[in-house]
């Protein structure tokens, strides 16, 4: 576990960028930033907060002790904890100094904690003490309110002072801090109706594989599947109750670490942070054999020549549970595969960008093999969302619900977060009409970095061709000429440019 936990929270700048709330945009949220009349205080049994009636944001819990630097301007006090608690150090930036106290451990931060109000806020900061735990405990521990009262609780079980939130009440009404209060607006925010609004997906019921091939996969075009789920046993069985009794103690891939299943739900249930954990494992039916016959590949993605390789192949398919809040960031499905995602519990928003649109706040390198993006998914939709309702190519949004299936088409970026708690299957796959892209992508100069789901991410490329070769004789050659001959098609000149004559700008006649 050495190596990863200081920046399990605390992403690498290469990988996510966090935007700080601007002080100008702090009047604009008046209506959820409270001022010098009320301002945020942590205490514990505060009621939500109520939507306002010029809609305003919808908080899932108040008890916050850090203000965003704006509300300094509107205080009668110019007294700022966060600087002068930090003496020297408050020229560095707030992701700095909590990189620094990521080095530290739970003693140490515990010391800190007591030197100064600033001290106590950073050293508290919750994503601090959930990379100890994970570092500590790996997924053997059981979630009670907060990471820093689950790791004193799980050190000293007999600790008997601090209640399940983790809470030592102490007041702290006059730090400021963009970064930090954003972190925790984030984890508190709701989606916001204007948000979920958008639905421009094309649904269909009851087409035939010839159709679903001839209007979405060929031409590279997302769609949702209504009621091919219908005959699945995972629909009626699956809720927590009996993932808990049929899974046991088997362990699932949660983030860096692997938990049981029961120790997830109770995590989930009590989880109030910015990228809550989320349970995405693609070994669940080696682990648990019965999950796998409760569920069929709908018939429109039955072809998967990734099959060809056997037990080589790269993770393809996963069972995800996640709360509400959970979720994916924007990404491309790995070695240019398109994917099927259906939901069986639950709801997921989806936001999808074709190849030739990078989503606004997304930032990915020359290669493809890092992307710069928001911290979080709700971070994304406060400061950029907004921006996609006046772009020519608007992107394509829907809301999942259970017994629903999204079709993705490879190279399409994509958003989803969790609406409620949810549980859900997804695959990866391969078909004819994909396998030229695949072979490309396989084959790249970097594909060593490249490539994910295997191991042998450099012969991949090699074994993979040999396989369908043998398996499908003739059928690279097949596909390659007719790619050729629409490329042909699509070059051909049409009819008034073979009657224009480019260079004299007037018509030409050769009849």
């Known amino acids: 576990m050495v190596g990863w936990s200081t920046n399990l929270l605390l992403r690498s700048r290469k990988r996510r960028r966090r935007n700080v709330i601007k002080t100008s945009l702090t009047k604009q949220k008046s209506n959820y930033i409270q001022q010098e009349k009320c301002n945020y205080i942590p205490q514990e049994n505060v009621q939500e907060e109520e939507d306002n009636d010029d809609g305003g944001f919808r908080l899932k819990t108040s008890a916050c002790g850090v203000q965003p630097l704006g509300n300094l301007y509107f205080s009668s006090s110019a007294h700022n904890s966060r600087n002068t608690g930090l003496g020297n150090l408050q020229t560095l930036t707030d992701e700095l100094v909590l990189d620094i106290l990521g080095l530290l451990n739970a003693t140490h931060l515990g010391f800190l904690a007591a030197v100064s109000k600033s001290l106590y806020i950073f050293s508290t900061h919750e994503p601090l003490w959930r990379n100890l735990v994970l570092e500590k405990f790996g997924g053997d521990f059981l979630f009670d309110g907060s990471w820093r009262y689950t790791f004193v609780k799980a050190c000293k079980p007999l600790v008997g002072g601090l209640s399940g939130g983790g809470s030592l009440g102490l007041k702290v009404t006059d730090f400021y801090s963009d970064y930090l209060f954003q972190s925790w607006l984030c984890a508190n925010l709701e989606m916001r109706p204007e948000w979920l609004e958008r639905d421009n997906i094309l649904r269909r019921r009851g087409i035939s594989v010839e159709e679903f091939v001839r209007d979405f996969e060929e031409p590279n075009k997302p769609v949702l599947l209504e009621g091919c789920l219908d005959s ?76 060809v390789l056997g037990k080589e192949r790269p993770d393809y398919r996963w069972i995800i549970i996640g709360p509400a809040g959970s979720g994916s ?121 490249l490539v994910s789901g295997t191991k042998d991410r450099v012969k991949l490329y090699d074994k993979f061709k040999s396989a369908i070769e043998a398996t499908f004789p003739g059928t690279i050659d097949q596909l390659v000429q007719k790619a050729e001959e629409r490329m042909a098609q699509h070059k051909k000149p049409s009819f008034w440019d073979s009657v224009t004559d480019t260079k004299a700008g007037a018509f030409k006649f050769s009849f």
């Open 232 to 307: 699945w046993d995972a629909l009626g069985k699956w809720d927590r109750e009996y993932l808990v009794e049929t899974c046991g103690d088997a362990r699932f891939a949660v983030g860096p670490v692997e938990m049981m299943i029961d120790d997830f739900f109770r995590y989930s249930e009590q989880a109030r942070e910015e990228r809550p954990l989320y349970l995405f494992d693609p070994k669940f039916g080696e682990k648990v054999p019965v999950l796998d016959s409760d569920y069929e590949v709908p018939v429109y993605f039955n072809e998967d020549l990734f099959s």
């Open 329 to 449: 960031s924007f990404h491309i499905d790995p070695n240019s595969t398109s994917a099927w995602n259906a939901v069986i519990k639950g709801s997921k928003k989806w936001v999808l960008f074709p190849p030739d649109v990078v989503p606004p706040g997304v930032h990915p390198s020359p290669d493809g093999a890092e992307v710069a993006c928001p911290v979080s998914i709700i971070e994304w939709f406060m400061n950029f969302y907004s921006a996609t309702k006046d772009w020519k190519k608007k992107p394509i949004e829907c809301i999942c619900k259970a017994g629903e299936v999204i079709f993705v088409p490879n190279g399409w970026w994509h958003l989803v977060i969790n609406l409620e708690d949810s549980v859900a299957i997804t695959q990866n796959f391969v078909s004819r009409r994909n396998l030229l892209n695949v072979l490309d992508f396989l084959k790249k100069p970097n594909a060593s970095t």
